[in-house]
């Protein structure tokens, strides 16, 4: 026999399925990356119809089968309305949460990841942070809640602390200079851009987004972080390929 389980959670995505009924991806706090049907959420009186769109974070009451989870009701707490008005910040979002969902996994606690896409989400909303800090910020935090941050504390040959730093991909980290010296892939990184990551990597959730950066430390984090993201995450992301073309 199923039983009834109530998670707090964010829909990352939602495909009609059969006539009237929506499959939900939602991240949920203790169990992770879910599917569940929400049946009838196609339908114009549905109580799901509001609740069952990318963005919709609240507490969701879910039956649990044998093979998958089904919505019996949802209490929706914020639905990102206003990302709807924001075009580019709609786009940046829709990216946040593809990027959760490639890193959660079921039955994984997704309670860190939660949060972090929920702050993230709302500082695309707050127009003193420009979107790509924004970017920049969800992914390095996102890769380091993750294991997969790169060693920006110390040489990652000689674990010598002292700059200037070169970063290398090969190595995922920095190099100092003698030890760049023997490594050919390693390109220079500034002062600035290097303690900035050392800041996302370090902070709370809560502090990750009280800070800004010269346009040339965005331009040198952004650079960055491309190319390691592409070395990192080995899946093609639909919707960074339509933010990128909006550049
Ligand atoms: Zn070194």
Wanted: neutral net charge; glycine residues 6%; hydrophobic residues 40%.
């Amino acid at each position: 026999m199923g039983e009834t389980v109530i998670e707090t959670g964010m829909v990352l995505s939602a495909t009609p399925v059969g006539e009237y009924d929506k499959r939900l991806v939602i991240l949920t706090r203790e169990r992770g990356r879910i599917a569940a049907f929400a049946r009838g959420a196609r339908r114009l009186n549905s109580p799901f119809m509001a609740g069952s769109r990318p963005f919709s974070f609240g507490s969701f009451e879910l039956y649990e089968g044998r093979n998958s989870y089904t919505v019996s009701s949802m209490s929706i707490s914020n639905y990102f309305t206003e990302l709807s008005d924001d075009f580019m910040g709609a786009l940046y979002g829709f990216y946040f949460l593809e990027l959760a969902d490639y890193y959660t996994r079921e039955n994984v606690d997704g309670s860190r990841m939660l949060k972090l896409l929920y702050q993230s989400l709302r500082a695309l909303l707050n127009c003193h942070i420009p979107d790509r800090l924004v970017k920049i910020i969800y992914e390095l935090k996102t890769m380091s809640v993750n294991g997969e941050a790169p060693q920006v504390f110390s040489c990652t040959c000689c674990r010598g602390e002292e700059g200037p730093w070169k970063f290398s991909m090969a190595r995922r980290g920095l190099l100092c200079e003698e030890c760049a010296k023997k490594q050919k892939d390693g390109f220079r990184v500034s002062e600035a851009a290097v303690y900035t990551m050392q800041y996302i990597i370090s902070s709370t959730v809560e502090k990750l987004y009280t800070f800004n950066v010269s346009d040339a430390v965005l331009r040198e984090l952004d650079e960055m972080m491309e190319l390691f993201c592409r070395v990192t995450i080995d899946k093609k992301m639909k919707s960074l390929e339509i933010l990128k073309s909006m550049y």
